[in-house]
């Protein structure tokens, strides 16, 4: 009979502390290491609209490539009103994301490709302009040497 004891004893025993020590990890892990599921949820959305962002900026990005490219080809000095009045309208365009997100600082970028893309128009226009006075200048200053 001693060793059928001592076996329920051990087994009891083992029984015993396997249940204590799962009812310790259960107690630990609900009530005094909570498991952060609540903010894994809101980095699951803060990834989900970091990369809708990401999108709207790709394709803000053909956007300003195609502006760029028609800013580069314009010819300022034939006297295009309605196409460069579409091109300023199209810069203006590009802020309206920032707008539309109640001027939330993730979508800036829109604000920020407008103002560079009418700095780069408006430089494009000033320097058509200096080309034009210089050359006139050059005649001018030509037909003088030649009546001299």
């Given at each position: 009979?001693?060793?059928?004891?001592?076996?329920?004893?051990?087994?009891?025993?083992?029984?015993?502390?396997?249940?204590?020590?799962?009812?310790?990890?259960?107690?630990?892990?609900?009530?005094?290491?909570?498991?952060?599921?609540?903010?894994?949820?809101?980095?699951?959305?803060?990834?989900?609209?970091?990369?809708?962002?990401?999108?709207?900026?790709?394709?803000?990005?053909?956007?300003?490539?195609?502006?760029?490219?028609?800013?580069?080809?314009?010819?300022?000095?034939?006297?295009?009103?309605?196409?460069?009045?579409?091109?300023?309208?199209?810069?203006?365009?590009?802020?309206?994301?920032?707008?539309?997100?109640?001027?939330?600082?993730?979508?800036?970028?829109?604000?920020?490709?407008?103002?560079?893309?009418?700095?780069?128009?408006?430089?494009?226009?000033?320097?058509?302009?200096i080309e034009k006075n210089n050359e006139v200048l050059e005649k001018?200053?030509?037909?003088?040497?030649?009546?001299?």
């Amino acid at each position: 009979m001693k060793l059928t004891e001592l076996f329920w004893k051990k087994t009891r025993f083992v029984l015993l502390f396997v249940f204590s020590i799962s009812v310790l990890f259960i107690v630990l892990t609900k009530f005094i290491f909570k498991i952060p599921i609540i903010e894994s949820r809101e980095l699951l959305e803060n990834i989900q609209t970091s990369e809708h962002i990401l999108e709207e900026q790709e394709a803000y990005l053909h956007k300003v490539k195609k502006l760029h490219k028609t800013i580069k080809e314009v010819d300022f000095g034939i006297n295009q009103v309605q196409k460069l009045n579409e091109i300023k309208v199209d810069i203006d365009l590009l802020q309206d994301i920032y707008k539309k997100n109640n001027m939330n600082n993730k979508y800036i970028f829109g604000v920020q490709a407008s103002k560079i893309l009418k700095i780069y128009f408006n430089s494009r226009e000033i320097l058509d302009k200096i080309e034009k006075n210089n050359e006139v200048l050059e005649k001018n200053l030509n037909e003088c040497k030649a009546n001299l």
